[in-house]
Every structure is written in structure tokens, then in C-alpha cells.
């Protein structure tokens, strides 16, 4: 059975701990939601729906990993994969696309990371976003658990 299938079929609440089942926050009049710093080609995503988005492209990567392609985590401190700015299409990349192209930004290298460190357990790990400064986000990997942070970013030479 596919580890994908896993997923969207009832284990999402597993993966995510602590944000599948909490309701959707309400608007409040006049309040702007947050915006990311990212620009997917399909327009301006709140911080909630892109780490939704990323969460996504993580089940793939487990998905992938599942099916033989090997994680990043040590070709990023051998230098053999490397952090890559931001495209402008703002394209999130899988660990097969990392591999081709040679390394990733810092949503395809946390989504990378949190699916290799997940299937290694016993933990849980996400893609979590953060304001490094005004207008811009900055994507790491959070331990649902303990909520320790790791940038893969910074592994691979950012």
C-alpha cells in the first residue's frame, strides 16, 4: 500500500500532530492575513496554506524515499547537494528534483529533511515557516514533539 495513501487516507492527523483537526482560524474584519514571502505560480498564499502546501510536497518526498531515491540530509554536509536562492516561479521541488538539479531552497530542502527525519523516527517532523524579516519567510524543519528546529538551509552553504 502506498505510503501516499497512508497519508490522505486517515494518517494526515499522524503526520501533522497538532495542527490536523484544530479548526480553521476566523477572519476578523478589517485584518489582513499573514502573506508569505514566497510566490508560487499560482498566486500569494497565506503562511497557514503554504505550510499546508509544504506538508504536501513532505508526502511526496516520504513517498519517494519509500520508493528507493535516497534522502539529502548527508550529501548536504558532503557538499554534494547544496542550498540554491529562490526561484522565481517559487517552485517547491521533490527529492527526486533535488537530485537533478543539484540542491534546492529552503522549502524543497525542509520538506526533504522533515520526510527522511520522520521515516527515521521515532519523531515527527514538519516543514515549519518563520519571519526572518519583514516580507520575508524563511523555511526550517520543527520536531512536533520538542519543537526544536533544524535549517537544512544552513547545512547546505546558505
Known sequence: MPLLW???GGGLGWLLHGVAGQPAPTPQ???TPRLAGVR???GKLTIDEMEALLIGVMAVD???LVDGY???DQALHGGQ???IGRDDNEHVRTIREIWEYGGGDCEDLACAVAAYLTLK???RWVPHLYQARPGLYHAVVRNTRTNELQDPSLTGGM
Open 62 to 64: 516520504m513517498q519517494q
Open 70 to 72: 535516497k534522502p539529502i
Open 40 to 42: 508560487p505560480s499560482f
Open 6 to 8: 497512508f497519508i490522505v
Open 121 to 123: 523516527g521515532p519523531d
Open 81 to 83: 547537494l547544496v542550498y
Open 29 to 31: 474584519p478589517g485584518r
